[in-house]
C-alpha cells in the first residue's frame, strides 16, 4: 500500500528565508506526486505536480520540487518565503495524474510558521 | 482553470438530523469524485469514491449508511450525512478528477465546515 510520511510537523523560517518542506512515499509503481498547500478552513490548492520527466518542477507562487526516485523523496522549496506562505502543506501521491479508482494518498501535513 | 464548488462551506446541525453537502466541478467533466474528511491537526482521509452514474465505494471503516454518496451527473456528487451526532462534526472536503490518464490532476473544493450540536 502505500504511504507518504512528512517528517516534520511544524517549522518555523523567518521571512525572506529559503524553505524546504521534506516529503517521503512508498509506492508499488510509477508515483503521481503532488504539493497541495491549504489556508486555515479552506480547501486545498494545488502546488505543483509530477508525472514524468523532468525531476525539478516549478509550480505557483514560486515552489518547485525535486523528484528523487533513488531516495523516495519529493520535496517542496521556496528561495524566499513570504508571510502569506504561513500554511498547511501536503504532500500526497496517487497512481494517476487524475480520475482513476484511486483517491491521493496524502501526509500528515506540515505546518508552516513564518516569523518577521 | 478548472474549479471544484462545494456548498455549503458552514453547517450547523441538531444531532439527529440530516445534512448534504453538494460538490461541483464547474468547468470540466469530473468522471470520478473522492470524498474526505480532515480531522482537526491530521490529514485528510479518504472517504469513498464516487463514479458517475454507479455506487461510491467507501474506504474501510467508513459506514455507508450513514455517508450517503450520490454522483448523479458528470458535474455533481453529493454527500449526505444521516442521522448526524457530535462526532460526525469535522471538515469535509470533496474533489474532482478527469478521466484516468486525462492529465488532468484533482482538484479540491474548499471544504465544509459541519458542526454537530
Known amino acids: 500500500a502505500q504511504s507518504v510520511t512528512q517528517p516534520d510537523i511544524h517549522i518555523t523560517v523567518s521571512e525572506g528565508a529559503s524553505l524546504e518542506l521534506r516529503c517521503n512515499y512508498s509506492?508499488?509503481?510509477?508515483?503521481?506526486l503532488f504539493w497541495y498547500v491549504q489556508s486555515p478552513g479552506q480547501g486545498l490548492q494545488l502546488l505543483l505536480k509530477?508525472?514524468?520527466?523532468?525531476?525539478l518542477v516549478q509550480g505557483i507562487k514560486g515552489f518547485e520540487a525535486e523528484f528523487k526516485r533513488s531516495q523516495s523523496s519529493f520535496n517542496l522549496r521556496k528561495p524566499s518565503v513570504h508571510w502569506s506562505d504561513a500554511a498547511e502543506y501536503f504532500c500526497?501521491?496517487?497512481?494517476?495524474?487524475?480520475?482513476?479508482?484511486?483517491?491521493?494518498?496524502f501526509g500528515k501535513g506540515t505546518h508552516l510558521i513564518i516569523q518577521p | 482553470g478548472a474549479v471544484v464548488s462545494q456548498h455549503p462551506s458552514r453547517v450547523i446541525c441538531k444531532s439527529g438530523t440530516s445534512v448534504k453537502i453538494e460538490c461541483r466541478s464547474l468547468d470540466f467533466q469530473a468522471t470520478t469524485m473522492f470524498w474526505y474528511r480532515q480531522f482537526p491537526k491530521k490529514s485528510l482521509m479518504l472517504m469513498a469514491t464516487?463514479?458517475?452514474?454507479?455506487?461510491?465505494?467507501?474506504e474501510q471503516g467508513v459506514e455507508k449508511d450513514k455517508f450517503l454518496i450520490n454522483h448523479a451527473s458528470l458535474t455533481l456528487s453529493t454527500l449526505t450525512v444521516t442521522s448526524a451526532h457530535p462526532e460526525d462534526s469535522s471538515f469535509y472536503i470533496c474533489?474532482?478528477?478527469?478521466?484516468?490518464?486525462?492529465?488532468?490532476?484533482?482538484?479540491f473544493g474548499n471544504g465544509t465546515r459541519l458542526t454537530v450540536t
Open positions: 500526497a501521491v496517487g497512481p494517476y495524474s487524475g480520475g482513476g479508482a484511486d483517491g491521493l494518498t
Open positions: 464516487s463514479n458517475e452514474g454507479s455506487k461510491a465505494t467507501y
Open positions: 474533489s474532482a478528477g478527469g478521466p484516468r490518464g486525462s492529465g488532468e490532476p484533482l482538484h
Open positions: 509530477y508525472f514524468s520527466g523532468d525531476t
Open positions: 509506492y508499488g509503481a510509477t508515483p503521481y
